[in-house]
């Protein structure tokens, strides 16, 4: 049980077992011929379908934010004014904390790991945590020094609203040293993962939503008393949610042994190597958080609401890419990071042609899903309150323009990591850097044709030629990743899907008119249903395709509820 194992010794890391046969081929009780499953792709399966769980409760508790919010909120000059605020610090996360620094740190850790043993790994993490505290105090000083430029660069079209972009501005130079806490957070996320422990970091995100509604719910009646804006409450709660990311995994790691010592050694290796992997590698994995800070300059020209759409729109496409892409790729990484230690090159193109194929499986069938009901589910969780239908029908185009980037936001995530194993930092560099040059031409092009739709389109067209330009370059750089059987599998999972999403559209269509009515109980069944019917049609049609990987990626995310079954 993974209770008793986070209490524990962590078992001794091994590599992946390499085979000749699919690496994720089911077995159980049948036949003495079946296709034996080995180890490390049942370790690989259970560690996804954990942290599918708990990031599942992450991205729930996270939309529950959002439908808060919005309840508040809604599209208002003050919702757009945080989302660009929060934009700024979150930037600087994702391009400092949680991408490079993570893509470049769990390699090196689990290296030092496997081949040094703890010790040194604890040397490693106390190093580079030491240099995050420094580095990110600089940079949230020089935030807070520099909001005003920072925003108005961001948002430079909300000077002609009245106080809209000095509002902005405060809220932003509250929200930076968020940056701190979770460069931290992630820190730790790294070394939990490398030591087999997933359930917890992939919970901790959990955290900051449970931070967030907390706040609101305690200051926002405070603030309304006092005459403060209630948006403050929002901003003081994404600092809260930050502390409590960081304390909920510091009992697990020292319970691992880990024990902080401040300890500053620029001519340590392991350290140069992660700075040395930080540095060009910044802009490789942050490229669709770019594309994102381009698309918010580029909405707040397109009205009151627009950037809020485009918010919400996204915060409901990354629920699958947390359940099913980040889930895969973080379960994945310490396993390609130990092959690459061992250059077992088989090993990783067995790994990493697994996790794709697995990512596949559910990312297709989650797009167009989410292309088929975004104006029910959109309604759903958002039309209440302040949040009008006109909101809703904005926020579901924006939603349906934003799915088709799911599978390359989702490829991304594991792409990165994989060429940072390798100790190539500049590949995912010059990728992101063109894949950053494209989104921009094309959003430039789009927004003039579709206004802030055409922005989430050219976005998911940025993510999907990242992804294929990546994958492409990896399958050069290993020698093969099974392409002939990802694509014969994504070929068939995408009819699949096109018939899963005709089937969940009619049923709820029909539904509306069956059951007809606008009240939160009426419209959960009614969605709940259509996804239900959608499931079904899915799961038929995967039967009479023989779609074995299917099945097997739902194994991967049921894994832990119910474990799979190896043979001897």
């Known amino acids: 049980m993974e209770a008793s194992r986070e ?45 599918g769980l708990a990031t599942m409760s992450s991205r729930i508790l996270g939309l529950a934010r959002d439908i808060a919010m919005a309840h508040v909120f809604a599209a208002s000059h003050d919702m757009d004014a945080y989302t660009v605020a929060f934009r700024i610090p979150n930037l600087l996360r994702d391009l400092f904390a949680e991408g490079a620094m993570s893509s470049a740190f769990v390699p090196t850790f ?44 961001a948002a430079e079209d909300y000077s002609a609203v009245p106080g809209k972009l000095e509002l902005a501005g405060s809220l932003a130079r509250t929200m930076f040293p968020f940056l701190t806490l979770i460069a931290v ?66 009992p697990f790691l020292r319970r691992e042994g880990f024990r902080y010592r401040p300890t500053v050694d620029f001519r340590d290796r392991g350290l140069r190597e992660v700075l040395t992997l930080m540095g060009p590698g910044t802009m490789g994995l942050a490229a669709v958080q770019l594309n994102v800070l381009i698309n918010t300059m580029l909405a707040t020209s397109q009205g009151e609401g627009a950037v809020s759409y485009l918010n919400y729109a996204f915060r409901v496409m990354y629920l699958p890419i947390g359940l099913f892409g980040l889930s895969i790729a973080t379960a994945a990484i310490p ?42 589910i959109v309604a759903l ?76 389109l050219g976005t998911s067209a940025s993510a999907l030629f990242n992804a294929l330009m990546l994958m492409w370059l990896l399958r050069r750089k290993l020698g093969g990743i099974d392409g002939r059987r990802v694509s014969l599998a994504f070929g068939k ?50 039967r009479v395709l023989r779609i074995a990987e299917f099945d097997e990626a739902l194994r991967a995310v049921t894994a832990r509820v119910f474990p799979l079954k190896t043979r001897p």
């Open 7 to 51: 209490a524990g010794s962590p078992p001794a890391p091994t590599p992946l077992a390499t085979t000749n046969r699919d690496p994720l081929a089911v077995t159980g009780d049948g036949p003495s011929d079946a296709p034996v499953r080995p180890a490390g792709a049942v370790r690989l399966a259970r560690s996804a379908g954990l942290i």
């Open 110 to 153: 689990t290296r030092l790991l496997t081949l040094d043993g703890k010790a040194a790994a604890w040397r490693l993490g106390n190093l580079v945590i030491t240099a995050l505290l420094l580095v990110t105090a600089v940079l949230v000083v020089l935030g807070m020094v520099f909001t005003w430029p920072l925003v108005t660069f």
């Open 185 to 250: 957070a992630v820190c730790f996320m790294g070394m939990l993962n490398s030591l087999g422990r997933f359930f917890v970091p992939a919970l901790s995100p959990a955290m900051f939503n449970v931070g967030t509604l907390a706040t609101m719910a305690l200051l926002i009646p405070v603030f309304r008393g006092h005459g403060i804006r209630p948006i403050f409450a929002v901003a003081i709660g994404t600092l809260v949610g930050g502390v409590g990311q960081v304390l909920v995994q510091w």
């Open 335 to 376: 396993s390609l990071s130990r092959d690459a230690a061992k250059d077992d090159r088989e090993g990783m193109r067995g790994t990493l042609s697994s996790a794709l194929r697995m990512m596949l499986m559910l990312n297709v069938p989650a797009t167009l899903g989410l292309v088929a009901l975004a104006t029910p």
């Open 381 to 456: 969780l958002f039309e209440h309150g302040s949040f009008t239908p006109e909101a809703t029908a904005a926020t579901s185009a924006a939603l349906m323009c934003y799915a088709p980037g799911l599978i390359g936001y989702s490829a991304v995530k594991l792409a990165v990591p994989t060429f940072y194993s390798l100790r190539d930092s500049r590949t995912p560099v010059i990728v992101g850097a063109v894949s950053v040059v494209f989104n921009i031409t094309v959003n430039l092009m789009l927004v003039r044709a579709l206004g802030f739709r055409g922005l989430a």
């Open 493 to 542: 999972v995408l009819v699949a899907s096109i018939f899963m999403a005709a089937v969940a559209w009619g049923g709820e269509r029909w539904l509306e008119g069956v059951v007809p009515g606008s009240s939160l109980l009426v419209k959960l069944f009614r969605v709940g249903a259509g996804i239900g019917l959608g499931m079904g049609a899915l799961a038929l049609a995967a």
